[in-house]
């Protein structure tokens, strides 16, 4: 139990965002590590963006290790990278205990993961055409290759963010959940004004853009929401919704955290110490991505067919 300066204590539970929503190896390992680094900068008076930009150069640095062959030095990257992501764990929960929340934060903490895996993602390619004689002799093959995954890797992690905030939404209402509205965000970019904001405006455009880019992907999501607009004008949305939405959205969480961290690290592991560093986009552009339209897929469904019974006047009560 640690207690911050306004005398709020917060246990290691307070500091996680949902059992509902939380991966099984981050509760075994990684939450109970970030909590104690949360415990520690907190006690220190380090913010939560200093942690995050900490895990940009661990994450860095374990790509650069990962281009050479020795497996020491790969394992010396395994284990940067293991650390860079205890520090991205020890950031949301420092924020949770600090009450630290931004906008700039939660993109530092998307941005952070895009920089360690473009360094990973630079580190196969240049080895694999350095040490593979298919790839040596066709070097755009990898770079290629490369790109069209860095570019399925971006989709799949926004989507299973959006998945889950909105999950989140539902669970711990509006302040629990960082759910946002691509329409909400443009107005509030129109009422900041350009002279002396430029920073400010520009950190929200890109929020902005990336909350698009979600909301394209989520028809039946966006429409739901509209209903719930309508169906609950003066209130947040029904008990009854509520419980009927967490009990068809719970079993996708798993499939969320898939396209998360954990997995993605398991599987560059293994192609690691295989020798075969390619076989990770392999695995990015076929598993992840089967993962990542199935649960598109499903989503969309369980959002029609709600929307479609608050139109009948169903969850009032």
């Given amino acids: ?175 629990g959940s960082e759910l946002e509205s691509a329409d909400a965000l443009r107005k509030k970019l129109d009422e900041i004004p350009a002279k002396g904001n430029f920073w400010k405006r520009l950190v929200l455009k890109v929020y902005t853009n990336y909350t698009v880019n979600q909301e394209q992907h989520t028809r039946n999501m966006q429409r739901l929401r509209t209903q719930l607009k309508a169906s609950f004008p003066n209130t947040f949305a029904s008990q009854s919704f509520r419980d009927e939405f967490r009990r068809l959205s719970l079993p996708l969480m798993k499939y969320t955290n898939i396209l998360s961290f954990n997995w993605r690290v398991i599987a560059l592991f293994t192609a690691l110490f295989l020798r075969m560093p390619w076989l990770y986009f392999a695995f990015e552009l076929t598993v992840l991505n089967i993962l990542l339209i199935y649960m598109v897929i499903r989503h969309e469904r369980i959002c029609k067919k709600l929307t479609e019974k608050l139109r009948n006047g169903e969850y009032q009560n």
């Avoid at 200093?50 to 150069?57: E, G, K, L, Q, V």
């Avoid at 010396?76 to 205890?86: E, H």
Wanted: glycine share 6%; charged share 15%; proline share 2%.
């Fill in 1 to 175: 139990m640690i207690q911050t300066s306004d005398k709020q204590k917060f246990s290691y539970r307070d500091t996680l965002k949902s059992m509902d929503t939380e991966e099984h190896i981050d509760l075994a390992f990684y939450r109970p590590i970030g909590y104690m680094w949360a415990c520690i900068a907190a006690k220190l008076g380090i913010k939560p963006n200093a942690i995050t930009i900490a895990s940009i150069f661990l994450g860095i640095a374990a790509g650069v290790m990962f281009y050479f062959t020795p497996l020491w030095m790969n394992i010396t990257g395994m284990l940067l990278l293991i650390w860079a992501n205890s520090f991205d764990s020890a950031d949301g929960q420092l924020a949770r205990m600090t009450k630290q929340y931004s906008r700039l934060g939660r993109i530092l903490d998307g941005l952070s993961g895009d920089m360690w895996f473009a360094a990973i993602y630079i580190a196969i390619c240049l080895r694999e055409n350095a040490t593979s004689e298919f790839f040596s002799a066709h070097p755009w093959v990898i770079w290629t290759i490369a790109v069209v995954t860095g570019i399925c890797h971006a989709k799949q992690a926004a989507m299973a963010d959006y998945y889950r905030q909105f999950h989140l939404y539902f669970l711990k209402g509006e302040q």
